[in-house]
């Protein structure tokens, strides 16, 4: 389970632009947990994944994972236990190393170095039935630098990497959303597979709201640093796109209302 308790954080303190963007913000997501989370720019979602990775420090307030506070812990330690996969396909993989390379590192993430090889045949095999089970040729191809991969390979190498070891929570940064549709497809099919079959707790964020809608087992919009709407289970299976869209609606008017009563 991840617990977020009391946190606050704000942007540019001290200065004429200081922004409190959490105030007293509380978030819970159970084990095995799929949650989508949407919201428009500025409201807190990248933020919240920055926080929980630990990327961004938060002002007060508490994160707990599986009972554990890490609110102190640094980024580089979390990864051990909490995986994640970014926008653009480049961050998660080396472009200048194999894919075999590539496989070794992420299979040997947080073991401890020593003499012995990172690399031997029953790897080799183990590697190549992962492969195999994305079902785009990259089997047989474990020689060739990751750079040469395109968009939608990279972004399936970098989803397999990143849960190659187990880990206890997934976060998925709109990492379908500098891809072509056709290979978004694939990528979110592959990505539903992965958690389902591994039972990982996952947050995804993204802009897809038909994604947000299809996928996972729980729906969170946010803005300016709240949760604005919360579905899960029956309710999130009864939840369309248009529910999405009125809400975001309802938020855009109040804020132009907020904004023209804060001329006068």
Same mark, same amino acid.
């Given at each position: 389970?991840?617990?977020?308790?009391?946190?606050?954080?704000?942007?540019?303190?001290?200065?004429?632009?200081?922004?409190?963007?959490?105030?007293?913000?509380?978030?819970?997501?159970?084990?095995?947990?799929?949650?989508?989370?949407?919201?428009?720019?500025?409201?807190?979602?990248?933020?919240?994944?920055?926080?929980?990775?630990?990327?961004?420090?938060?002002?007060?307030?508490?994160?707990?994972?599986?009972?554990?506070?890490?609110?102190?812990?640094?980024?580089?330690?979390?990864?051990?236990?909490?995986?994640?996969?970014?926008?653009?396909?480049?961050?998660?993989?080396?472009?200048?190393?194999?894919?075999?390379? =590539? %496989?070794? +590192?992420?299979? !040997?993430?947080?073991? @401890?170095? &020593?003499?012995?090889? #990172?690399?031997?045949?029953?790897?080799?095999?183990?590697?190549?039935?992962?492969?195999?089970?994305? =079902? %785009?040729? +990259?089997?047989? !191809?474990?020689?060739? @630098?990751? &750079?040469?991969?395109? #968009?939608?390979?990279?972004?399936?190498?970098?989803?397999?990497?990143?849960?190659?070891?187990?880990?206890?929570?997934?976060?998925?940064?709109?990492?379908?959303?500098?891809?072509?549709?056709?290979?978004?497809?694939?990528?979110?099919?592959?990505?539903?597979?992965?958690?389902?079959?591994?039972?990982?707790?996952?947050?995804?964020?993204?802009?897809?709201?038909?994604?947000?809608?299809?996928?996972?087992?729980?729906?969170?919009?946010?803005?300016?640093?709240?949760?604005?709407?919360?579905?899960?289970?029956?309710?999130?299976?009864?939840?369309?796109?248009?529910?999405?869209?009125?809400?975001?609606?309802?938020?855009?008017?109040?804020?132009?209302?907020?904004?023209?009563?804060?001329?006068?």
């Amino acid at each position: 389970m991840l617990e977020l308790r009391g946190i606050q954080k704000h942007y540019y303190p001290g200065t004429a632009h200081e922004l409190c963007l959490f105030d007293h913000f509380d978030f819970t997501v159970g084990d095995q947990e799929f949650v989508t989370v949407v919201g428009s720019n500025g409201s807190g979602k990248t933020s919240l994944l920055n926080m929980i990775c630990g990327s961004i420090p938060v002002d007060l307030g508490q994160i707990f994972l599986r009972g554990k506070d890490i609110t102190a812990m640094p980024e580089h330690r979390r990864l051990k236990f909490i995986g994640r996969v970014f926008q653009n396909p480049a961050m998660g993989t080396c472009s200048g190393m194999t894919l075999l390379e =590539n %496989l070794s +590192l992420a299979d !040997n993430k947080g073991k @401890p170095f &020593g003499l012995k090889k #990172g690399i031997d045949a029953k790897r080799i095999s183990r590697y190549r039935e992962a492969l195999r089970e994305l =079902n %785009l040729g +990259l089997e047989e !191809n474990l020689d060739i @630098p990751v &750079g040469a991969l395109s #968009g939608g390979q990279r972004q399936a190498l970098a989803l397999l990497m990143s849960t190659m070891t187990p880990i206890d929570f997934l976060i998925l940064d709109e990492h379908t959303a500098a891809l072509d549709p056709g290979t978004a497809e694939r990528i979110m099919e592959l990505t539903d597979k992965i958690v389902k079959e591994k039972g990982i707790t996952t947050i995804m964020v993204t802009h897809n709201l038909r994604y947000a809608v299809e996928y996972g087992t729980r729906l969170v919009m946010m803005h300016q640093g709240k949760v604005v709407m919360d579905r899960s289970d029956r309710e999130k299976e009864q939840l369309k796109i248009d529910d999405i869209l009125d809400k975001f609606n309802e938020i855009s008017m109040g804020y132009a209302k907020e904004q023209n009563l804060q001329k006068y």
